[in-house]
């Protein structure tokens, strides 16, 4: 490229890194507040999750228009366009990831109309592993780091393990029980949607080594030896 195509290229790259950054915040930020309001019982930060989703979903569209510009006034090649392709689908999984927050929301809001559950707190474990995870992903991006990428992407084993154990303490309260199961059902639900997130930071940890290294290790052969080990 030519010095001053250049600069205008970094230009909008730099806008689309930073968009998709924004993105991010806005996601992780919705997420707390679908969580607080189920651990508080405040239905009022589910419907600022709720209400906050579409202001992420806009700002997808237009992550996605900008990426599409970039391809077509540049025609990047190598690590570049790797950079446009990789960051768009960051923010594709940051979208799915506010829609979780979303669902989560819906269901403490269910949960916030039934009478109090004690089980609610062993939710906690799973969420700071699914939070922790989305963070560890995102720094990665941010720091272009596919070791880091890499390292995080394997912790989503221990979300989904803590997403399982949960999932089996509440299946045997239920069977205990002879009180209603609908809170337990939604918990469970919620439980559900933590572990999507965890799947989305996964996906970003991936996309963060398909940019830095050129490897698209989606299809790659880890995934069916995960497949087998699961």
Known sequence: MHDHILTSFNAALTSLREQVLTMASMARKNLASAMRGLMERDSDLCNAAIAADQDVNDLEKNIDQLGMQILLKFQPTA?????????????????????????????????????????????????HLCARNLESSMQAFTDAD???AAQARLADKLLDAAEKAFDSSLLQVMEERQAPLEGYLHLIFVARFLERVG???????EDTIFIERAQDIRFGKNKRADAVGA
């Open 199 to 205: 799947d989305h930071a996964k996906n970003i940890c």
């Open 146 to 148: 596919p070791d880091a």
């Open 79 to 127: 690590h570049d366009l790797r950079q446009v392709m990789g960051t768009v689908r960051i923010a594709n999984n940051l979208e799915r990831i506010s829609d979780q927050a979303c669902g989560i929301a819906k269901r403490a809001r269910n949960i916030n109309n039934l009478p109090e559950i004690a089980e609610l707190k062993l939710i906690e474990p799973v969420y």
